[in-house]
């Protein structure tokens, strides 16, 4: 391991893990290489570079690290100084858009593959799972399979469910098995609203990301759905998108409308603390900002590897930044994953 230069022990101590990291199927390379196609997933060129395109999403450009074994991956980790990846399929494969059977295959092959991963190096990854949430009882039950079978920590989700949201009733059985067995939820968008007002330079991740997530975390909390299962583990990619900065909108809405009150009996920036969020925000500003509303103890380290929308080097990033104090990094870098995910000491 290499370590980065640091001036106090905390830091030096603490494990770095990275809580947003993806893995794209074998499976899904094999089954291009053999027909072209896995269910209904492809590969394109364009200006000489490979694209992914699945359901409503086209991801890319490919690179090298898309198709890394896991001795390549732990290489890579080791050269940046990298403890242990927070493993989840990439999101472009959360198959929400396939018939429930081909969805609960296709989440059935990415978990077994990941659980494999986690099992040739248990000291560098964690698993989470691919759930067919189109059907909250289906996915209830892959979870519990995920975790119980294949020793999952928890799993990924969209943060709109084919246009429904987090609150809605069918997606409840999620949340109840999720409580039972202690998963950590990891929420991450896909394909976020706007249509075609986002088509243009790359909006649909610039804006609609960081929108949809928004959108998710105002579900759960202004659905009811934190006072229902008040256990629950759930971290938000991107920061939480706008949430927090849309928390002093909320508070004043929820005191001069009906509205905001049906399903709680509290403000709604009250609960932001007791959900997770990621530092992947590209600002150091905005990181302590974030800090300060929901504290350093709710902020896990990430990357978006392999994809290009994260830093290269998520732990040399984050320590760049100022205003942080040595036990805040610490928990950063990898303490609070280490918490929350169980993850036993080094």
């Not at 290499?2 to 990275?18: G, K, N, Q, T």
């Not at 403890?83 to 999101?91: F, I, L, N």
């Not at 098995?177 to 909006?203: C, I, S, V, W």
Request: one cysteine or more; a negative charge; hydrophobic letters at 45%.
């Amino acid at each position: 391991m290499v370590p980065f230069p640091s001036p106090h022990p905390f830091v030096e101590m603490s494990m770095r893990i990275d809580v947003h990291t993806h893995y794209i199927p074998q499976a899904f390379w094999q089954s291009i290489a053999a027909s072209g196609a896995w269910y209904g997933a492809t590969v394109s060129q364009a200006n000489g570079r490979e694209f992914v395109t699945s359901g409503p999403r086209r991801a890319g450009p490919v690179t090298a690290e898309w198709r890394f074994t896991a001795e390549e991956r732990i290489k890579q980790m080791d050269e940046l100084g990298i403890d242990m990846h927070v493993v989840s399929t990439g999101p472009m494969f959360f198959n929400y858009h396939l018939p429930v059977p081909e969805a609960q295959g296709t989440c059935r092959i990415i978990n077994e593959e990941i659980a494999a991963l986690v099992r040739f190096a248990p000291a560098r990854f964690v698993g989470l799972a691919a759930l067919p949430a189109q059907d909250g009882v289906a996915a209830a039950e892959e979870l519990h399979y995920a975790m119980t079978a294949l020793g999952l920590k928890g799993a990924e989700l969209n943060c709109n469910v084919m246009g429904k949201n987090w609150d809605d009733p069918t997606l409840l059985p999620i949340f109840e098995t999720a409580e039972r067995l202690g998963a950590f939820l990891f929420f991450h968008p896909n394909d976020p609203p706007g249509g075609d007002r986002l088509a243009k330079y790359y909006l649909g991740n610039l804006v609609g990301f960081p929108v949809d997530t928004t959108i998710a975390v105002a579900s759960v909390i202004m659905g009811g759905v934190l006072d229902r299962f008040s256990k629950l583990k759930l971290c938000f990619a991107h920061g939480g998108g706008y949430a927090c900065w849309a928390a002093g909108r909320w508070d004043h809405g929820y005191t001069v409308r009906p509205e905001p009150k049906v399903n709680i009996q509290r403000l709604p920036s009250t609960y932001l603390r007791g959900l997770f969020y990621d530092t992947l925000v590209h600002n150091h500003d905005t990181l302590r900002f974030l800090a300060d509303i929901v504290t350093p103890d709710n902020i896990f380290l990430a990357s978006d590897w392999p994809f290009d929308m994260g830093p290269a080097n998520p732990a040399e990033w984050f320590l760049a930044g100022a205003g942080f104090s040595p036990a805040e990094q610490a928990k950063i870098l990898g303490d609070n994953a280490q918490r929350v995910l169980e993850i036993p000491a080094r």
